[in-house]
């Protein structure tokens, strides 16, 4: 088990990814959603809020990302490769890397069949997304660095 924190790199690599909105919106399937990806009860529509409130409440959500990857990771990994299986994590859910190849990989401490596996979530409804292959690129070189 790990005792990580994200790391300000981490932290960019998933700020860039999931975009900054400080007024509320609809993702692509209707959910409100704002500041760096934030659903939930109490995002509405009409809803605007400061970038400190953005960045708390990125830190908020990443947290259960950290709590997921250092109760799952039983190998000994470097900070480089923490901070891209949390992106990958807060993009994917927990129960996505648990049931990974890519975690069983790691774990077994094969780093080199591990990285090529975040490739392979890089689909949406059957189709290859351009966004979700450019996300999973660059955990994956997080993760080989």
Known sequence: MSNFTYSDSGLGLTKRFEGLNLNSYQDQVGVWTIGYGHTGPSVHGGLTITQDQADQLL???IAASVTCVNGAVTATINQNQFDALVD??????CSALLSSTLLRHLNAGD???AAPQFLLWDHAGGVVIPGLLRRRQAERDLFQT
């Open 59 to 61: 830190l908020s959500d």
């Open 88 to 93: 990958f994590v807060f993009n994917l859910g």
């Open 111 to 113: 780093f080199a069949a």
